[in-house]
């Protein structure tokens, strides 16, 4: 004779797993079947609607359905807490476009974008640009753009908003000793040399003084062929100048690092949390090795710029001179997007050849030597042209 199951024990059984199930499947929405992933996808959109028509109707300023939009999406990205990681408005990406690409439309200075939680500081103003002509210096802090706070805001996210088509306007709100005030620029074209070299000569020898500026596409060409005109034209050392250079594309870094060690030395290896590592190696052709090398590095120099002092470093083909470097131990990769907006992310972490990763602490140089950006004179590059030159002897 069967016995019939007690109902309310398989209603508290059949209720437990519900729970389980459900509170799996909340944390799990993509393993949801399809009815019930719309429906609760659907929720989401309608609670989203919901907020976006309250604010419209009820928010004492008028704000559009793009604006919010935009905001949202920003909002997103921001709540991963990576400074690194940016969503561009499409109105931001096309300028975001032109950093990658090497050409610049803006008001003529460079940043520190160490730190930003007091703005933008200025690093540097170019000669006769729009930052120079309104009177901006280096150790200003730019604390709004148009009227609007960049306070905190990342470094990449603030430039985007200063550059901008030739001939059209900007005013910023400057920082200095003297107080704060607004500086209204007319942006235009900035031709910055990717690269730039020259020979000095130190006790009757030659040496170069080479200056890469990004790790732009193309920059290791140009710096090839910068560092041949110079060894043809005599040098006997070279200075490899990485200052204030944030870096860029990582296979530039790679090719970069390439003109100085033998095809198959380890340049960095990348480790992320949904891809395998991966090592990559010299590419070959490299300059003889019994031309010695000094990087020159600050604060400023990141990214690219630390993995290629740092391949250098590690694999004893350079001597490190200036300031500690920016500490930038992560990469990003860049998506465009449906909307044309874009989204720069934080994908991995790199690893110099020993080992190192970078994250917060930088490259400490082999020897110190720093430049006062107030000075016309360059009081970190004479160090490092007698380290080099020690190096011939």
Do not use: C
């Amino acid at each position: 004779m069967q016995r019939r199951p007690n109902t309310l024990v398989v209603a508290i059984v059949v209720g437990v797993v519900a729970l389980i199930v459900g509170v799996w499947w909340g944390g799990h929405p993509k393993s949801l079947p399809g009815f019930a992933r719309d429906a609760f996808v659907q929720d989401d959109v309608a609670v989203r609607a919901e907020v976006m028509k309250d604010i419209e109707e009820s928010f004492y300023k008028k704000v559009s359905d793009k604006q919010l939009e935009q905001a949202s999406l920003k909002g997103m990205v921001q709540s991963l807490h990576d400074r690194f990681s940016d969503y561009f408005t499409p109105s931001e990406a096309k300028v975001f476009k032109q950093s990658l690409s090497g050409k610049f439309e803006g008001v003529g200075m460079a940043v520190d974008s160490r730190d930003t939680k007091q703005g933008l500081k200025v690093s540097k103003v170019y000669g006769g640009s729009p930052a120079s002509r309104g009177g901006i210096h280096a150790g200003d802090v730019i604390v709004a753009v148009d009227g609007n706070s960049i306070v905190g805001q990342s470094a990449d996210v603030s430039t985007a908003k200063i550059r901008g088509p030739a001939g059209t306007k900007v005013t910023l709100t400057v920082k200095s000793g003297s107080g704060t005030r607004t500086v209204a620029l007319e942006r235009r074209q900035i031709n910055l040399p990717l690269v730039e070299g020259k020979i000095v000569k130190r006790g009757g020898v030659k040496l170069a003084h080479v200056r890469l500026g990004a790790f732009d596409q193309g920059a290791s060409t140009q710096l090839r062929a910068e560092i041949d005109k110079e060894i043809k034209a005599g040098a006997k050392g070279i200075v490899f100048d990485l200052r204030g250079n944030p870096g860029g594309d990582l296979a530039e870094g790679v090719l970069v690092s390439s003109i100085f060690l033998p095809k198959g030395d380890l340049v960095v290896s990348t480790r992320g949390r949904t891809s395998p590592e991966q090592k990559l190696h010299a590419v070959g052709d490299p300059i003889s090795s019994k031309i010695p090398v000094v990087t020159l590095v600050d604060g400023n120099s990141a990214s690219a710029a630390e993995i290629t002092t740092g391949a250098l470093r590690d694999n004893d083909r350079a001597v490190v001179v200036g300031q500690k470097t920016f500490g930038k131990g992560v990469f990003q990769t860049v998506e465009d997007l449906s909307n044309g907006g874009i989204l720069k992310i934080t994908a991995g972490l790199y690893y110099l050849p020993k080992g190192e990763n970078l994250g917060g602490h930088g490259i400490v140089p082999d020897v110190k030597a720093k430049d006062n950006p107030k000075t016309k004179r360059d009081e970190a590059l004479p160090v490092a042209l007698r380290v080099l030159q020690s190096q011939l002897r």
